[in-house]
């Protein structure tokens, strides 16, 4: 494990430092990985060459196993109407929370159709998947995936730190 970023306070009169920081996994090869995990970022890397990107030339796959074992995929999509296009982990997530919403997501894997390098969730995902860990009320371990190397991390809110969520109606009232 690698240390990345823990919160703490420190505060010094009227203002404070924060420091983020959490821990992630580097693996320097596939066969470093669970035989579950192994299949997942296969998965991941067949979705990728099925993906449609004619603009752009970029595929993206992207894999999730659900609590029970089951996986499924999506891959980017991409539009002439530039910016109508959708990243491979959304499409996944929203089928995944149309079709399946009963079953939390326990791991994604996300991939690049050229694997040359390591393929992290955009911004955009990365609120998607904050906002699905907070519906199912449990972690979704994150692999992001080039063909040599991938790097885990235990939740999607490590790689969110800043994420935007809605206030509840009680903090509406106060």
Same mark, same amino acid.
């Given at each position: $494990? ?16 924060? *420091? ?14 669970? +035989?579950?995990?192994?299949? =997942? ?9 099925? !993906?449609?990107? @004619? ?15 089951? $996986?499924?995929? +999506? ?10 296009? $959708?990243?491979?982990? *959304?499409?996944?997530?929203?089928? #995944? ?7 939390? /997501?326990?791991? /994604?894997?996300? +991939? ?25 009320? *449990?972690? /979704?371990?994150?692999? $992001? #995936?080039?063909?040599?190397? /991938?790097?885990?991390? @235990?939740? !999607?809110? #490590? =790689?969110? @730190? ?7 109606? +009680?903090?509406?009232?106060?």
């Amino acid at each position: $494990m690698v240390r990345g970023w823990l919160l703490r306070l420190l505060r010094n009169n009227t203002t404070f430092t924060v *420091r983020y920081e959490f821990e992630y996994t580097r693996h320097e090869s596939v066969s470093e990985l669970s +035989a579950e995990d192994a299949a =997942l970022v296969a998965l991941a890397f067949e979705a990728a060459e099925r !993906a449609y990107a @004619p603009h752009s030339g970029f595929g993206v796959g992207a894999a999730v196993r659900l609590v029970s074992g089951r $996986m499924e995929w +999506a891959t980017n999509q991409e539009s002439e109407v530039f910016p109508s296009g $959708m990243c491979a982990e *959304r499409v996944l997530l929203y089928g #995944c929370q149309t079709r399946l919403s009963e079953e939390p /997501i326990e791991v /994604i894997a996300v +991939a690049s159709a050229d694997g040359a390098g390591e393929c992290p969730p955009c911004g955009a995902c990365r609120q998607v998947l904050l906002d699905t860990e907070r519906r199912q009320g *449990r972690p /979704i371990r994150v692999l $992001m #995936c080039s063909r040599t190397t /991938i790097t885990e991390v @235990p939740s !999607a809110a #490590c =790689l969110l @730190p800043f994420g935007f969520e809605l206030p509840s109606e +009680a903090e509406l009232k106060k």
